[in-house]
T-cell receptor, first 115, second 110 residues
C-alpha cells in the first residue's frame, strides 16, 4: 500500500459525459501528478500540482482539467468523453522538493471505460 | 528533445539474472529512476541513481553511466513474481516531472 488513495476504482460512462476522479496523496506529500495509461501503453504525464498550484503540464487535453485543494487532495475532471479516453488514470504523489520527482508513489488507479 | 529508449520485451528463466537497459537523451540530467508495474497494477518505485555506479537493493541493482547516457536495471535470482513491466524515467528540463520510457515487459519462464 503506497498510501495514495484514488476513487472510484472503476468508472463506466457514455460518450459525451463528464466524470471526476479523486486522489488523496500520502500524508506529508505536497506534489500530486496525474497520468493516463492506455492498454499496453506507457505512462502519459498529464499534469502536476504542488501545494495547490499547477506546476507542470504534459499532454493534457483541453477537455481535461484538474485542481488541488487546500487539504492537498486533487481532482481530475474529464469532460465530453470520447471512446479514446478509456484508460487507467493514475495519481501519484511525492514530497515535492527539487529532487523528489524521481520518487513518486502511485495510487491504485481508476479504470475508466467510455462506451 | 528528451527521450528514453528501452527494449520492449525481455525473456529470462526463473533463477537467472536479467539486465534491462535504458538509454536517455536529455538537455540536463538529474537522475534516473526505475519503476515496476505488474499487469493491472500501479507502478512502484524501485530505485534512483543520481551518480555513476551501481546501487544495490536486495535482488535488484541499478547502474548509471552519465558519460554514456545509459543505465540498466539488474534483477538477480529471478522469481515468477518478477514478471512485470519495468520503466525507466528521467526528469524534464524543469526538473518537476518525469519523462517515462515506453517500458520493458519482462517474461520469466520456469
Amino acid at each position: 500500500d503506497s498510501g495514495v488513495t484514488q476513487t472510484p476504482k472503476h468508472l463506466i460512462t457514455a460518450t459525451g459525459q463528464r466524470v471526476t476522479l479523486r486522489c488523496s496523496p500520502r500524508s506529508g506529500d505536497l506534489s500530486v501528478y496525474w497520468y493516463q495509461q492506455s492498454l499496453d501503453q506507457g505512462l502519459q504525464f498529464l499534469i502536476q500540482y504542488y501545494n495547490g498550484e499547477e506546476r507542470a503540464k504534459g499532454n493534457i487535453l483541453e477537455r481535461f482539467s484538474a485542481q488541488q485543494f487546500p487539504d492537498l487532495h486533487s481532482e481530475l475532471n474529464l469532460s465530453s468523453l470520447e471512446l479514446g479516453d478509456s484508460a487507467l488514470y493514475f495519481c501519484a504523489s511525492s514530497v515535492g522538493r527539487r529532487t523528489e520527482p524521481y520518487e513518486q508513489y502511485f495510487g491504485p488507479g481508476t479504470r475508466l471505460t467510455v462506451t | 528533445g528528451q527521450s528514453l529508449e528501452q527494449p520492449s520485451e525481455v525473456t529470462a528463466v526463473e533463477g537467472a539474472i536479467v539486465q534491462i537497459n535504458c538509454t536517455y537523451q536529455t538537455s540536463g540530467f538529474y537522475g534516473l529512476s526505475w519503476y515496476q508495474q505488474h499487469d493491472g497494477g500501479a507502478p512502484t518505485f524501485l530505485s534512483y541513481n543520481a551518480l555513476d555506479g551501481l546501487e544495490e537493493t536486495g535482488r535488484f541493482s541499478s547502474f548509471l553511466s552519465r558519460s554514456d547516457s545509459y543505465g540498466y536495471l539488474l534483477l538477480q535470482e529471478l522469481q515468477m513474481k518478477d514478471s512485470a513491466s519495468y520503466f525507466c524515467a528521467v526528469p524534464m528540463d524543469s526538473n518537476y516531472q518525469l519523462i517515462w520510457g515506453a517500458g520493458t515487459k519482462l517474461i520469466i519462464k520456469p
